[in-house]
């Protein structure tokens, strides 16, 4: 019998999320956690020496990594609460959805020389809030890698197929550099490589759009494409979301 898609989650998916986020919490939080009681231990240091200038330098680093750390359990939070307590999905309208979100993106990145071009499919089926927020962090993350300077056309190309609806977006940003194909979807990546301590907490768009996307039963994926004219590849994020039934 096939069913509907759900936002049910199975034994499995809870024990990946469990297995996910304990190796981002090791990894990830543990640092700055580590930093603050180093630079403690400095400030004490510096403070009893009577070094107040370097002791209020050491202090300083102590609240940025406390707010670090703050920001991250904050973005774990909202990644594990992703799909819970959600009504059962229903037929949407991606391009409305699409140029919601890209209004939203372009107020939080405060650009205005960015423009939408929506061709193709326009229903789907699942959860409007969610498929809304899949595409603000998609198209945040165009606005935010490209020059404030720049004109940017954010594509959006979907074709509903007979069981899975794809959604294609593309722009005439930089593109993802090579090499980093293989971690734009870890948590807290940013420009390819891990947050550094000196620089505020991100990379978690590409994550929360991927679970979101997921959570449907569906996938994102991020592929390079040739095109006609163009000297280089494009880089192109791939949505795919089943259609009204899928099988068990």
Same mark, same amino acid.
Do not use: W
């Given at each position: 019998m096939p069913k509907r898609v759900s936002f049910e989650h199975d034994q499995a998916?809870?024990?990946?999320?469990?297995?996910e986020l304990a190796s981002v919490i090791a990894h990830d939080v543990r640092t700055p956690v580590r930093h603050i009681g180093q630079f403690l231990e400095f400030y004490e240091?510096? !403070?009893?020496? /009577?070094?107040?200038?370097?002791a209020a *330098?050491?202090?300083?680093i102590v609240k940025d990594s406390v707010s670090r750390v703050s920001d991250m359990l904050d973005g774990i939070v909202t990644y594990?609460?992703?799909?819970?307590?959600?009504? +059962?999905?229903?037929e949407v309208n991606l391009k409305k959805l699409a140029a919601s979100a890209f209004?939203? *993106? #372009? #107020?939080?990145?405060?650009?205005?020389? *960015? @423009?939408?071009?929506?061709?193709?499919? +326009? *229903?789907?089926?699942?959860?409007? @809030?969610?498929?809304?927020e899949m595409f603000v962090h998609l198209f945040e993350n165009a606005l935010v890698h490209t020059p404030k300077d720049q004109d940017l056309t954010v594509r959006v190309d979907v074709y509903r197929g007979e069981q899975d609806t794809h959604i294609e977006i593309r722009d005439n940003g930089p593109g993802i550099p090579?090499?980093? +194909?293989?971690?734009?979807?870890? #948590?807290?990546?940013? /420009? /390819?490589?891990? +947050?550094?301590?000196?620089?505020p907490v991100g990379g978690l768009g590409l994550p929360l759009a991927r679970r979101i996307a997921? !959570?449907?039963?569906?996938?994102?994926t991020f592929e390079r494409q040739s095109g006609a004219g163009a000297d280089k590849p494009a880089s192109v994020f791939v949505v795919t979301l089943p259609n009204s039934e899928i099988l068990t």
């Open positions: 998916d809870s024990t990946a999320l469990l297995a240091r510096e !403070l009893e020496a /009577g070094n107040t200038t370097q *330098a050491h202090f300083d594990a609460r992703l799909g819970r307590g959600l009504d +059962e999905p229903t209004e939203r *993106a #372009m #107020m939080s990145e405060e650009r205005s020389n *960015a @423009v939408l071009d929506y061709r193709g499919d +326009e *229903a789907c089926i699942g959860h409007d @809030v969610r498929i809304q090579d090499g980093y +194909e293989k971690i734009i979807f870890d #948590m807290f990546q940013k /420009g /390819g490589k891990r +947050e550094e301590e000196d620089k997921r !959570l449907h039963g569906g996938d994102l």
